[in-house]
C-alpha cells in the first residue's frame, strides 16, 4: 500500500510504571518508529498511571501513552507491530485503524481536566 492515501491510526500503549527512567525512551523510540513509517503524529498524550482491570505481569498500575498518527507504508506499519510486541517495557499495546485522523483532546484528557479543576 506504500504511496496510497494515508490512513489514520490510533495506539493505546501500556508501560510499567516502576521503571520511570526508560518510558522517555521508549516514546521517543515509538515516535520515531511512526515517523519511519511514513507516519505524522497528530495527537500524542501522556494518561498518566492508571490502575489496570486486572494484573499484567504481577502489576496493579500501568503508565499508559495515546497516539494518533497517519501512515501510508503498510510494510513499516508491520515493523511497528512486530516492535510493539517485542519491547519487554511495554506492558500491552493497541493499534487500530480509524476512519478519519483524530487531532483533539481524548476523553481521558477530558476527564483528567475535569477532575483536576474540580
Known amino acids: 500500500m506504500s504511496g496510497g492515501q494515508a490512513r489514520a491510526y490510533e495506539l493505546m500503549v501500556v ?5 520511570a527512567e526508560l ?6 523510540t515509538l515516535k520515531s518508529n511512526i515517523e519511519a513509517c511514513d507516519g505524522t503524529i497528530s495527537r500524542f498524550e501522556d494518561c498518566k498511571v492508571r490502575t489496570l482491570a486486572y494484573r ?4 496493579r ?3 499508559y501513552f495515546l497516539f494518533n498518527f497517519t ?3 503498510q510494510a513499516a506499519l508491520d515493523q511497528l507491530q512486530q516492535n510493539l510486541k517485542t519491547n ?3 506492558l500491552r499495546s493497541l493499534l487500530i485503524r480509524c476512519r478519519d ?3 483533539g483532546p481524548s476523553p481521558l484528557a477530558e476527564k483528567d481536566s475535569s ?4
Not at 15 to 19: A, D, I, V
Not at 23 to 28: A, C, G, H, L
Not at 115 to 118: I, K, L, N, Q, Y
Open 15 to 19: 508501560l510499567n510504571p516502576g521503571q
Open 23 to 28: 518510558v522517555s525512551e521508549v516514546i521517543t
Open 56 to 59: 499484567i505481569n504481577k502489576l
Open 61 to 63: 498500575q500501568g503508565h
Open 71 to 73: 501512515c501510508n507504508n
Open 88 to 90: 519487554p517495557h511495554i
Open 101 to 103: 485522523e483524530i487531532s
Open 115 to 118: 477532575e483536576a479543576s474540580a
